[in-house]
């Protein structure tokens, strides 16, 4: 699920059981899972035990430029990619 609110697009990931998340390429972007910014890739965040759903923040880093981050989650199925992010029309 995503929100778009200004420079900033929050993202959820909800799963049976969520175990790390790790955000990938940055365009334009950095990354705030809970408050602490991720301006560079690759960053494993491992989740407590009872995890279900993680809320992150992409914030764009130049306006009239899209922004975007691919992230891979583990939860008990195993790895998935995903991305998120907005486009240059954003304000």
């Given at each position: 699920?995503?929100?778009?609110?200004?420079?900033?697009?929050?993202?959820?990931?909800?799963?049976?059981?969520?175990?790390?998340?790790?955000?990938?390429?940055?365009?334009?972007?950095?990354?705030?899972?809970?408050?602490?910014?991720?301006?560079?890739?690759?960053?494993?965040?491992?989740?407590?035990?009872?995890?279900?759903?993680?809320?992150?923040?992409v914030?764009?880093?130049?306006?009239?430029?899209?922004?975007?981050?691919?992230?891979?989650?583990?939860?008990?199925?195993g790895?998935?990619?995903?991305?998120?992010?907005?486009?240059?029309?954003?304000?």
């Amino acid at each position: 699920m995503y929100r778009v609110s200004g420079r900033r697009v929050d993202a959820q990931i909800v799963t049976s059981s969520v175990e790390t998340e790790r955000p990938g390429e940055l365009l334009n972007a950095s990354v705030e899972p809970d408050g602490t910014e991720i301006s560079t890739p690759s960053r494993m965040l491992t989740m407590a035990d009872d995890t279900k759903r993680i809320t992150f923040v992409v914030e764009r880093k130049v306006r009239r430029n899209a922004s975007s981050t691919t992230f891979e989650v583990w939860d008990m199925c195993g790895a998935w990619q995903s991305f998120a992010g907005g486009g240059p029309a954003l304000r």
